[in-house]
């Protein structure tokens, strides 16, 4: 895991004189809220004041199948992971809409799909077994195919650092994986199944309480363990391939735009296995599944969009990439009051009885 070692940290010269640019452009102080803050990131990603409009994007949705799928927690059978993989790479899922939207291309990181693997020029091959076992009955993968799920992921920004790409939005697919998901979540964060664990697919009440109790009972043998034994424990191919990615773009300081819950748990991953990762994370939305907002306050990341969203395959970090270049271009191409000669506000005297 080589990119853990390796991420460099953010210059606060450059966050501060990025601070006090924004405070002197042509608005009033503050009035564009959480786009400010996100220029601010943006230039201390990229360590320089003019960080570019990231018009060089790719979405990357990672899929794999789980071993849980098999024990009752899903809607949905695990022939479907492999069947929405097809659709991504046909241009006809919500996904691809999304990506013609905001500009971006889309590929497809085959971590463990259990099918064959699909030769398309958009489909990447970074298998490591055709999904991982039930964490009911043991450990979800091997120490070995724990490695060579984050490595996967490493060589993954190593890809798409090499073909110029500069931002680079995050989501998945997999059938189950919110099962894997919600129980690394609840394990890194010491909180509740309960209050982790949502309705993924669209479940029932009563396959909801079953996936509630699967992650109980798995977060019980896993209190007070590291991020490398969660994820081995519980983890997806993907999930940990995911970590690996965001790892590996921080190390080359592109920004990485998260989507929903299940990227949110490799992002918890990232941070531990990575340290300083987070510094190159940007969270694209937060999602409706039930424990989104707790991981979003356990990385300390500021969703940008609310949509009520709960589809994965990156649609929230999609949609949310034109945001990152409107704040981009905020800084980048807006004047401050003294380049255009205008004058500034008064600041009013809250003793002074003619400004009440």
Do not use: W
């Amino acid at each position: 895991m080589s990119a853990s070692r390796s991420i460099p940290g953010i210059d606060p010269a450059v966050t501060a004189a990025a601070r006090k640019r924004i405070d002197a452009l042509t608005k009033p102080l503050g009035s564009l809220g959480s786009l400010e803050r996100l220029a601010v990131r943006l230039c201390g990603m990229r360590g320089t004041l003019t960080p570019g409009l990231f018009e060089r994007r790719a979405i990357v949705v990672a899929a794999a199948d789980h071993g849980i799928a098999r024990d009752g927690v899903s809607a949905y059978p695990r022939e479907v992971t492999a069947q929405m993989v097809l659709g991504f790479l046909g241009g006809n899922a919500a996904i691809s809409a999304f990506a013609r939207a905001a500009r971006a291309d889309v590929f497809v990181a085959d971590f463990g799909v259990d099918a064959p693997f699909v030769e398309h020029p958009q489909s990447i091959d970074v298998r490591v077994g055709p999904g991982t076992r039930s964490f009911l009955t043991g450990d979800a993968m091997t120490p070995d195919e724990f490695a060579r799920a984050f490595t996967g992921g490493e060589k993954l920004a190593e890809r798409f650092a090499a073909a110029g790409y500069e931002i680079v939005a995050l989501g998945e697919m997999g059938i189950g994986n919110t099962t894997s998901a919600a129980a690394i979540i609840t394990a890194l964060t010491s909180r509740k199944a309960s209050d982790i664990v949502g309705s993924g697919t669209g479940i029932d009440a009563a396959r909801l309480a079953h996936k509630i109790a699967v992650v109980e009972r798995a977060a019980a043998l896993l209190v007070g363990a590291d991020a490398h034994r969660v994820a081995r424990a519980v983890g997806g191919f993907e999930i940990v391939g995911l970590a690996g990615t965001i790892a590996g773009l921080a190390a080359r300081r592109i920004p990485v735009v998260l989507d929903g819950f299940i990227v949110s748990a490799a992002a918890l991953l990232a941070r531990d296995l990575a340290p300083g990762c987070l510094d190159y994370c940007i969270a694209g939305h937060r999602s409706a599944e039930l424990g989104h907002r707790l991981a979003l306050d356990a990385l300390g990341l500021e969703p940008l969009l609310d949509l009520d969203l709960r589809l994965g395959e990156a649609s929230g970090a999609a949609l949310a990439l034109p945001l990152v270049e409107a704040s981009a271009r905020m800084l980048q191409e807006m004047k401050t009051f003294e380049e255009l000669g205008v004058a500034t506000a008064e600041v009013a005297d809250p003793n002074d009885a003619h400004s009440r």
